[in-house]
């Protein structure tokens, strides 16, 4: 499998971390993320202004701080990918750009959003890990996503 084929598979997983559905478990960053984000660089910066405060993370796990209470409090998340991944790779540096939309339900709310996500991928030992990231999203009138996820995946 080339470089590219290896981010693009990455990239596309990473998307399906983000899904939840009533009943699972309490979101855990690290424990759904670990295989994709470098928690040991001391270069990350990880950014999404989808985030109210609109932060940047310089650790894998000060990022999953922001988004645990968030993802918590969600009933669901749906999300499936409808434009790429595009992907550029060397040895060691990859990047790539997909966009996504999503259904985010909470108590009393659905939320649609369409977001394009753009990561910076670094070869680590232990394989292929985001130290960049940079999501820009926008929130779709209510109801524009209707029928697009029933219940299943992307």
Do not use: K
């Not at 309490?26 to 424990?31: E, G, K, L, T």
């Not at 988004?67 to 999300?79: I, K, N, Q, T, V």
């Not at 040895?91 to 996504?100: I, K, N, P, V």
């Amino acid at each position: 499998m080339s470089n590219e084929q290896m981010i693009a598979d990455l990239h596309r997983r990473w998307v399906f971390g983000w899904d939840r559905r009533e009943g699972d478990a309490p979101f855990d960053f690290r424990r759904t993320f670990g295989e994709f984000y470098d928690f040991d660089s001391p270069d990350v910066r990880l950014y999404d202004d989808f985030d109210p405060e609109q932060r940047v993370a310089t650790t894998a796990a000060g990022y999953g701080s922001i988004w645990e209470p968030a993802f918590r409090g969600m009933l669901s998340a749906h999300h499936a990918v409808d434009d790429g991944p595009h992907v550029i790779a060397g040895d060691d540096l990859a990047a790539s750009t997909l966009r996504f939309v999503a259904r985010i339900a909470t108590p009393g709310s659905t939320t649609d959003i369409r977001t394009t996500s753009s990561l910076v991928w670094r070869r680590t030992p232990d394989g292929w890990r985001i130290v960049r990231e940079h999501n820009s999203t926008a929130v779709l009138p209510a109801g524009e996503l209707d029928g697009r996820f029933d219940g299943a995946r992307g």
